[in-house]
């Protein structure tokens, strides 16, 4: 048999010329499509795309493999995510696999799984299959690392069964995929599902077994990696970050006693009652557990934001159910994560909506949205850019009637000046301050030139106009606060293929291995010119977020990224664009509590708030680039080591 030729035979499905459809879904809704034709020569050509608010890749290929599944030619093209081209080649012959792309290229001696860059949903189905044949606990991967693979549960439907399955090593926590009981590819879970065409009815099934799946896995680590003392904790000799006033107490020691903080004193070397566990703080700086407040939680984020010190995640998208279970499970101990402060996004429908399942074109569809999440306890509404202009003064009155914040993107056909003088309270993300200025195409803010036209126009901008000057000034006479998340653009803006994207650059050796790829795959693609333009244009919105700092315009800190790890990216920018360190951490920590209305509980070390809190080494609040050295995090009361929770998610702590 030909070294080719094992598509020919792992099943009906795979004959000559047979065709098999998948479709991608997200919040319920068709988003593209994957296509496999197999071949009479034991290859199999991919067509993979999907439509994520005008972005999404649209990829076509080719791959072949050897007898017991693994790639020996891959063929990859058309354009990626960010509509940046894919040309992708892999080969296997002779003992030597190759690889190249516009990110990376190399070879080894060594058989190995490749895993493309780009590649298609079921490429991780096609790895499972082959570490199913290999009978082996582990399979080399390509570029670096390995994968293991860990059967779970099946389940069945339409006289169709599946199995779960659960590859470790491709990513922070192991990716799931299902297979029928030929070893063919079924579904794929992510937050833009694959599954097979015919089958989509069979997704909330297969949801919860994964669910099940993960809550078990993540109740375990909580278990293991969580320690909450029997009596009181003092942490001793240490420096704490008094954010309150935004100075530096040396030679403290904070005292807590079950969830609370019990005291805050000079340490004076007295010793500490009976059965009191002490942690020895010298050299080292305690800051009240910090705030990222744009994000977009996912379940491994938890310990990631743990381990970084993060302790309130503000929460501006996801699905209801989801969300509200993680977060009584994270608010009980029960699964490690950050308090979650809600806020609900809703859009309008259209072929760029947000990937939610709140969809509101009328005013009754508005007011049921906001009752909907205002008895869910969410405390605001995050209006996406679909939303139809004139429905955005009937959402924020409803939202004020009902004790609700307001903020978000400005929905096409409006300008930031419009959308503030509608009453929100908040605007999300730098660019729409700059697409403030721009031509009339910039109100198209649902499709890509809401990335593309500041990449463009905004070094262009004077930070001192008159017209600039007027826009900032509304800002601090109605209140806006203002949300920049500057590494979002520091990424779009400045990343280039082949080169270690800056928000990654100081962790790019700590990651997993095959995601540590990501670090390189660039940005929005630049042809001549535009990388210096593109290079003056983040640093025009560094400028802009300090001329709204020097302006009084209160702001807050986010990552709209992987939490945790680019939240220390976050700040380190913020000092970049020349806002005081001091002030920084102040607003990371009490500013944003006072945002998320949880100061009364959290934001300061002061006796009777919560025990939230984080251990440094180093002083962040004198050298910034510290906050990338924590130590322990101290949420509700229990004790994590962020080393342990490094590792525990395949980082190097």
């Excluded at 298609?120 to 499972?128: G, I, K, M, S, Y």
């Excluded at 399942?357 to 996406?384: M, R």
């Excluded at 993107?409 to 403030?436: K, R, T, W």
């Excluded at 721009?438 to 905004?458: D, F, G, I």
């Amino acid at each position: 048999m030909p070294r080719a030729t094992f598509l020919l035979t792992i099943s009906a499905l795979c004959a000559m010329g047979q065709v098999t459809n998948y479709t991608i879904v997200v919040a319920g809704r068709t988003a593209g499509h994957e296509t496999h034709t197999f071949g009479d020569d034991g290859s199999v050509r991919v067509a993979y795309s999907y439509n994520d608010r005008g972005r999404g890749p649209e990829m076509q290929g080719r791959y072949v493999f050897d007898r017991e599944g693994v790639p020996v030619a891959i063929e990859l093209s058309g354009q990626d995510y960010n509509h940046t081209p894919i040309d992708e080649r892999f080969s296997a012959s002779g003992g030597t696999a190759q690889w190249k792309s516009r990110a990376e290229s190399g070879e080894s001696k060594s058989r190995g799984w490749y895993v493309a860059a780009n590649g298609p949903a079921a490429q991780t189905a096609w790895l499972a299959r082959a570490l199913l044949r290999s009978r082996k606990p582990s399979m080399p991967l390509l570029p670096g690392g390995k994968a293991t693979l860990e059967a779970g549960s099946s389940v069945e439907w339409k006289g169709q069964r599946v199995t779960m399955y659960s590859i470790s090593g491709l990513d922070f926590t192991p990716a799931l995929v299902w297979l029928d009981d030929r070893g063919d590819f079924f579904a794929g879970s992510g937050g833009f599902t694959a599954i097979r065409e015919g089958f989509e009815d069979s997704l909330p099934k297969l949801e919860a077994a994964e669910r099940e799946a993960e809550e078990k896995r993540l109740h375990d680590l909580a278990a293991r990696l969580g320690h909450k003392p029997a009596h009181a904790l003092a942490i001793r000799h240490v420096r704490v970050f008094d954010s309150e006033n935004a100075i530096v107490r040396e030679n403290q020691m904070v005292t807590v006693n079950g969830n609370r903080i019990e005291s805050v004193t000079v340490d004076r070397g007295a010793p500490v009652p009976s059965g009191t566990e002490s942690i020895d703080g010298s050299g080292q700086t305690l800051l009240p557990g910090l705030f990222d407040m744009h994000g977009h939680f996912a379940a491994f984020e938890g310990l990631l934001n743990i381990a970084c010190g993060v302790t309130d995640v503000r929460d501006l998208g996801n699905d209801m159910d989801r969300l509200l279970r993680w977060k009584r499970q994270m608010d009980a101990n029960e699964m490690i994560g950050p308090r979650i402060v809600l806020a609900g996004v809703m859009d309008g429908r259209g072929p760029y909506a947000a990937p939610t399942n709140v969809l509101v074109d009328t005013e009754a569809e508005a007011w049921a949205a906001i009752e909907k999440y205002k008895a869910a306890g969410y405390i605001q509404i995050k209006i996406y850019s679909s939303i139809k202009p004139e429905l955005v003064p009937y959402i924020v009155r409803v939202a004020h009637e009902n004790g609700m914040r307001v903020s978000g993107h400005v929905p096409a056909g409006m300008i930031a000046d419009q959308f503030v003088d509608a009453g929100v309270d908040e605007l999300q993300h730098i660019n729409f301050v700059f697409l403030n200025f721009l031509p009339e195409e910039a109100t198209k803010t649902n499709t890509r030139a809401r990335l593309t036209l500041p990449a463009e126009h905004a070094a262009e901008l004077d930070p001192n106009s008159p017209a600039v000057t007027k826009f900032i000034a509304k800002l601090k006479d109605k209140h806006i606060v203002v949300d920049p998340t500057l590494g979002v653009f520091e990424g779009e803006y400045t990343a280039r293929p082949g080169v270690v994207n800056p928000s990654y650059a100081a962790i790019v050796d700590r990651l997993p291995v095959q995601f540590r790829r990501a670090a390189f795959r660039g940005g929005l693609p630049v042809t001549g010119n535009e990388d210096r333009i593109h290079r003056a244009s983040f640093q025009a919105m560094l400028d802009m977020t300090a001329r709204l700092y020097t302006a009084g315009i209160q702001l807050v800190i986010g990552t709209d990224g992987i939490e945790g790890l680019m939240l220390d990216r976050e700040l380190e920018l913020w000092v970049q664009a020349g806002i005081p360190t001091k002030d920084v951490l102040q607003i990371a920590t009490i500013g944003a509590a006072r945002v998320a209305r949880a100061d009364r509980e959290r934001g300061s070390i002061a006796p009777g708030k919560l025990a939230d809190l984080a251990l440094f080494d180093g002083n962040p609040a004198r050298e910034i680039s510290d906050i990338r050295k924590p130590r322990i995090t101290i949420k509700d009361g229990v004790v994590y080591r962020s080393e342990d929770l490094f590792r525990a998610i395949g980082m190097t702590p």
